[in-house]
């Protein structure tokens, strides 16, 4: 057959590809090349899980499971939400285990839009977010936020990007790709806007347990909030298992009982014996991941004083372990820095423009590699900006000269 255009979902292909993967696809290509790029902890899960997991297929649980996952898991993840974060949810019917985070906001977008309905995603913004949007029947509409604030949203800026057809907004605090942090108050402000025009509040706390500076606020637990929040978590980034995708939500009843059926007829369930391996890692490694946290702090530390000192201006994100600079004074494009930093010193970072148009002009750089890494790679920034002023400087004599 030579034509497969007419086949395909015209909305599918409107998507765009993603701007992470497609830049590193490029960095993948090139030898040396040291990547601030990827989102991933460069830890390796912890012993104690991945023997869980093993175990689990030793003794043969390779069977599904129910379809919002073991219940002794679920068990598990109410238990650490309401320790860690003072929030209670049902495991029976209020907690559902889903192949990662990125699922969990899937299946929430499915259960809750109709054609038409607006969702609020707040830029910088995770590259999924919009796209699943889309694809779930809804519109996704930006609301950019400021860098002169560290880029954190307020209840203004909610206000005025709401319509009559504005259902939900999305939140993820830290922020990918800011690492920006909100506090009890800052939500507390904005909880009172969502109280106001009635809406839902999807709040993706995926880097909950990476939060540096504060106590972490699950949205949830805000005056109010329970009833109109639906929480997204996962074990990927605190628990260093992004290969596992296991992710979970919480939510009220009501929601639930429809993603359920969602995952009757889609996933089915997450895998048996990586459930396992989740149940051990809410009882027994919480010491590590408190260990990895004070690890990625030292490099956020060290990571914003390098790129200031070169010339890249850094707010200090509260959490995450990204950094957001800037690289506006260059005069160059987010794309068009990224491409020629890979070319010229092999270091890969992810241009701004990936996370929206209030991106441009900014880099993701992740601080998940080791301290040795960072510091190569920061020497390398070095170098190549060093060349940009030199560039600049024979610019300027020729255009004096002349």
Not at 48 to 68: D, F, Q, V, W
Request: glycine share 8%.
């Amino acid at each position: 057959m030579k034509e497969h255009q007419h086949y395909l979902s015209g909305m599918v292909k409107e998507l765009k590809p993603s701007g992470i993967r497609k830049f590193f696809d490029l960095a993948a290509s090139i030898k040396g090349v040291i990547s601030l790029g990827v989102g991933e902890p460069d830890f390796i899960t912890p012993w104690s899980i991945r023997e869980a997991a093993i175990l689990s297929l030793e003794e043969g649980y390779t069977s599904y499971t129910a379809n919002p996952g073991l219940l002794e898991l679920r068990q598990e993840i109410s238990g650490y939400l309401n320790k860690r974060f003072g929030v209670q949810y049902n495991p029976v019917d209020q907690v559902i285990v889903t192949a990662g985070a990125s699922q969990a906001i899937d299946l929430t977008f499915r259960a809750i839009l109709n054609p038409g309905d607006e969702v609020l995603i707040i830029e910088p913004a995770f590259v999924s977010y919009a796209p699943l949007v889309t694809l779930a029947g809804g519109k996704p509409i930006p609301v950019s936020t400021n860098p002169s604030n560290g880029f954190k949203l307020t209840a203004e800026q909610i206000e005025n990007a709401i319509t009559t057809k504005t259902k939900a907004i999305l939140l993820c605090s830290p922020n990918n790709p800011t690492g920006t942090y909100l506090n009890k108050e800052e939500l507390t402000e904005i909880s009172r806007v969502v109280e106001k025009h009635d809406l839902l509040v999807i709040s993706d706390e995926i880097y909950a347990e990476l939060t540096y500076d504060d106590e972490y606020t699950s949205f949830a637990s805000i005056e109010g909030m329970y009833d109109r929040t639906i929480l997204i978590n996962g074990f990927s980034k605190g628990f260093a298992m992004t290969g596992w995708r296991l992710g979970f939500l919480a939510a009220p009843q009501p929601f639930t009982e429809q993603m359920v059926k969602i995952l009757q007829y889609t996933t089915m369930c997450a895998p048996h014996m990586l459930q396992h391996g989740a149940i051990e890692a809410l009882r027994n490694t919480y010491h590590e991941v408190e260990s990895m946290r004070r690890s990625y702090r030292r490099r956020r530390n060290y990571i914003v004083q390098s790129l200031n000192s070169v010339g890249l201006d850094c707010h200090t994100p509260g959490g995450a372990f990204y950094v957001f600079p800037s690289i506006k004074k260059t005069g160059m494009s987010s794309e068009q820095f990224a491409e020629e930093l890979l070319l010229a010193e092999k270091v890969a970072v992810v241009p701004g423009s990936a996370f929206g148009e209030s991106g441009e002009g900014y880099i993701r750089c992740s601080y998940a590699t080791s301290m040795e890494q960072l510091q190569e790679a920061m020497q390398r920034i070095k170098r190549f900006m060093d060349s940009l002023e030199t560039k600049e400087n024979r610019v300027q004599e020729l255009s004096t000269n002349n």
